[in-house]
């Protein structure tokens, strides 16, 4: 991604420590499923706790009651058949905070996470586009506290710095200080990572210090992903417009202190994809030349190592390397087959598809004994057979992937998130695990629609890390 024109470039200084008021807040009573998510690619979110992995699927232009862009967040429930039963959450939910405003944009990051410690996963939600008072574009990040019936009545999470925008654009919650209880990482435009130690209780003190990334002003932090490592979690940090960081997890300055530089680019996936006991990350550059490029860097918390390039050129990869691809634009890993090995799913969304321009497609590279191998890599797109709908323009199929077991049969099943579809509404197609791989027999597409959702909802352009 180019360099913004008034982008002021941040670069990497020692930790800074501000010393803010911790100011506790309570409340709250229901909500979501898991834990340190980004970590584990295929943990269980179960969050209805009737032992079925769920969808949670945001919509972050969605009309509400009249507001464009308000955004919206889907919540599906797993059973043996798939993904079952919605529900729709927006800021207009009861229990809810705030209210849906045209340009919210509530759900532009979704994240699951247990961070009170009571067994129930709670539910995370940005809101980059809130407008606090006559702070225009401040953000807003809202947990639902988790209870057995679902996500429920929640809190806001105070915003680190007045100073700073888009609020709620980018975080993670894991054990970065390795005390046990989950803990908050934020991001937002102002190229700084603020840090909430969580107390494994529904206090959420004000952030208590922040860590400087490499990125621009006027881009910001765009992603954070968590990986775990023996108790405690370290934080992959992908700024827009340059750079990505790994951040240490510590006990001291706030729960992460600084690393190393990694592969550029703008999706992050973590496994241990050639079983050694160290966590890789498969990183994802969709505006790198040629079309895009997954960088896959093994024992990523150990330090820099070579790092293995996949493209459309790579062998076995189904496609051409062409620019406008956006290659790698999603990644996710994950068990499909239930032989212990961790396939990679990566989505191209710019794929051109004859005439019809950016129509999209993902492919899945599958895992082996001795790590990823591209060797009879497949792809799949809305022509492929058995997939329901078709390959149209502008539909960007592989905006967002994720793998997740919803049938609970072991298998690891494939939602696969097209942004663009119908003119940017949005569609989600889900296809089931086996031990050959994905199937389309019983392959399901929800159109936004479908799902309940009004205007260019961009329903599908991210599911929850």
């Given amino acids: 991604m180019p360099a913004h024109p008034k982008a002021v470039k941040r670069t990497r200084t020692s930790v800074a420590l501000a010393a803010l008021t911790a100011a506790a807040l309570t409340g709250g009573l229901l909500a979501v499923a898991a834990a340190p998510a980004a970590a584990r690619a295929d943990t269980a979110y179960d969050l209805n706790k009737d032992g079925y992995r769920d969808l949670v699927t945001a919509a972050p232009d969605a009309t509400v009651a009249g507001a464009k862009k308000a955004g919206a967040v889907v919540v599906q429930y797993g059973s043996a058949s798939g993904p079952g039963k919605r529900v729709i959450l927006t800021q207009n939910s009861p229990g809810v905070p705030g209210t849906a405003e045209a340009g919210d944009r509530f759900g532009a990051a979704v994240a699951v996470a247990d961070y009170d410690g009571d067994g129930h996963q709670d539910l995370f939600a940005g809101s980059p586009g809130e407008s606090v008072g006559s702070d225009t574009g401040a953000g807003s990040l809202v947990v639902l506290w988790g209870a057995k019936s679902g996500p429920g009545k929640g809190v806001s999470i105070p915003e680190p710095d007045r100073y700073r925008d888009a609020h709620g654009r980018s975080f993670a919650v894991a054990d970065f200080t390795g005390d046990g209880a989950a803990d908050l990482a934020l991001g937002g435009d102002d190229c700084w990572v603020h840090t909430v130690r969580g107390d494994g209780d529904r206090s959420i003190p004000q952030p208590m210090g922040g860590i400087s990334a490499d990125c621009y002003d006027g881009y910001g932090i765009d992603a954070l992903t968590a990986v775990e490592d023996g108790g405690r979690s ?118 051109d598809l004859g005439a019809a321009s950016d129509a999209g497609q993902i492919t899945v590279v599958r895992g082996t004994a001795a790590g990823l191998d591209t060797t009879g890599a497949t792809a799949y797109t809305q022509s492929t057979q058995g997939v329901p709908g078709g390959s149209e323009r502008g539909d960007r199929f592989g905006s967002a992937v994720l793998l997740a077991d919803v049938t ?26 086996t031990s050959k791989g994905l199937t389309t027999s019983g392959a399901l597409t929800v159109s936004a629609p479908a799902a309940g959702l009004s205007g260019a909802a961009r329903f599908g352009a991210l599911f929850t890390r």
């Fill in 234 to 351: 370290h934080l992959i940090v992908t700024g827009r417009g340059s750079g990505t960081l790994l951040f240490r997890g510590t006990s001291a300055n706030g729960g992460l202190d600084h690393g190393h530089p990694l592969p550029s680019g703008s999706s992050v996936a973590v496994a241990d994809f050639n079983r050694d006991g160290r966590m890789d990350a498969a990183i994802g550059d969709p505006d790198a030349p040629g079309g895009g490029t997954v960088s896959i860097v093994h024992g990523v918390v150990g330090g820099v190592s070579p790092a293995t390039v996949i493209d459309q050129s790579s062998a076995g990869v189904p496609g051409t390397a062409e620019a406008g691809d956006r290659f790698g634009a999603a990644v996710w890993a994950g068990d499909i087959t239930k032989d212990g090995h961790r396939e990679l799913v990566i989505g191209t969304p710019g794929e």
């Fill in 408 to 433: 609970k049969d072991g298998y690891g099943d494939l939602a696969i998130g097209a942004e663009g579809e119908n003119s940017s509404a949005g569609a989600l197609t889900w296809l089931r695990g």
